[in-house]
C-alpha cells in the first residue's frame, strides 16, 4: 500500500468511526465526537478551529521498509512418474533499508447529533 493511500484510508476510516460511534452512543444515550466543551478550555490546551469546534491532532508514527531481492534459480532434470532424477541450485540476496517518519494531522471530527 503506497503511504499517499494509507493516510488517506487511515484518516477517512477514523472520522467514519467517529461519526458511526456517535450515532450508536445517542442510540444509548450517550455521547461521543461531542462538540460541548466545559470548563477552562485553554487551561486545558483544547484547540479549536475558527467555529469553535475542538481539533484531534491524529498522531501517526510510522515505520517504512523498502525491500529488494534477488532470486537465481536453474536446474536440469528428467521427471516420469515418482522418479527424479537431476539436480538443481538456487541463490537469494537481499536487501533492506528502513526509515520512520513521525507526524501529526490535525482533524475537526464529527460531532455528537442533539
Do not use: C, W
Request: proline share 3%; charged share 20%; net charge negative.
Amino acid at each position: 500500500m503506497e503511504l499517499q493511500e494509507f493516510i488517506k484510508t487511515a484518516l477517512t476510516e477514523i472520522v467514519s468511526g467517529v461519526a458511526e460511534a456517535s450515532e450508536a452512543a445517542s442510540e444509548l444515550g450517550g455521547s461521543v465526537g461531542t462538540m460541548r466543551l466545559y470548563g477552562h478550555v485553554k487551561e486545558n490546551k483544547v484547540v479549536t478551529n475558527e467555529n469553535d469546534m475542538p481539533v484531534a491532532m491524529i498522531d501517526f508514527d510510522i515505520a517504512l521498509a523498502e525491500t529488494a531481492g534477488t532470486d537465481t534459480k536453474g536446474g536440469i532434470g528428467v521427471y516420469l512418474g515418482a522418479v527424479g532424477l537431476g539436480s538443481q541450485g538456487a541463490s537469494h540476496g537481499e536487501t533492506s533499508s528502513h526509515s520512520r517518519i513521525k507526524f501529526s494531522v490535525p482533524v475537526v471530527l464529527p460531532s455528537a447529533k442533539g
